[in-house]
């Protein structure tokens, strides 16, 4: 019985890792939990009251975003307002290129991959998403789709954080 009970325990905790890792790659479903704020090296999630300015995006089915470049300061707290002008869903993610990269890979072999991350924002066509982002390091980011071939199709981004 002990063994049955340790299968079943371990079971259960990959289930609970497992809905950890796994929402949104599609669109928000309500989720209303605080946004959990971990560092990585692009940044953290900043907080609304600190937005020190706001950077519209728009991205559409030519698989490009505008601006396709952009310049902040260390320091700053910026507010990504992203509008999908095409008829396909995209996505809006800040990261570095190699993990931008990886994970675009993982969408290619795993396109219903559900997430949901402060850095990240899927927006149905014709929708406006958000995201409110401290870059507290210095250094050259990017920001893409990672739809499945989106990425592969030049939908890609750069954000240079110039050091205060």
């Given amino acids: 019985m002990l063994k049955f009970s340790g299968i079943v325990l371990a ?19 309500g989720n209303t939990a605080p946004v959990v704020k971990e560092q990585t090296a692009w940044g953290i999630a900043g ?34 307002v992203v ?7 995209h996505e809006f993610v800040i990261g570095t290129p190699a993990e931008n990269a990886r ?3 993982l969408m290619l072999k795993f396109p219903g991959m559900e997430h949901d991350e402060p850095y990240m924002a899927h927006v149905a066509p014709g929708k406006a998403g958000e995201i ?3 870059f507290n390091k210095a250094g050259e ?24």
């Fill in 11 to 29: 079971c259960v905790a990959l289930m609970g890792y497992m809905g950890n890792i796994a929402f949104a790659h599609g669109e928000k479903k």
């Fill in 83 to 89: 509008r999908n002008t095409g008829a396909l869903l």
């Fill in 141 to 164: 980011f990017e920001f893409a789709c990672l739809m499945a071939g989106h990425f592969q199709a030049g939908m890609v981004g750069t954000i240079t954080v110039t050091a205060k």
């Fill in 132 to 134: 409110v982002w401290l």
């Fill in 103 to 105: 994970h675009a890979e």
């Fill in 47 to 80: 907080h609304a009251s600190k937005v020190v300015r706001t950077i519209d995006v728009s991205m559409g089915d030519d698989m490009r975003f505008k601006p396709g470049r952009m310049e902040v300061r260390e320091g700053e707290t910026i507010r990504f």
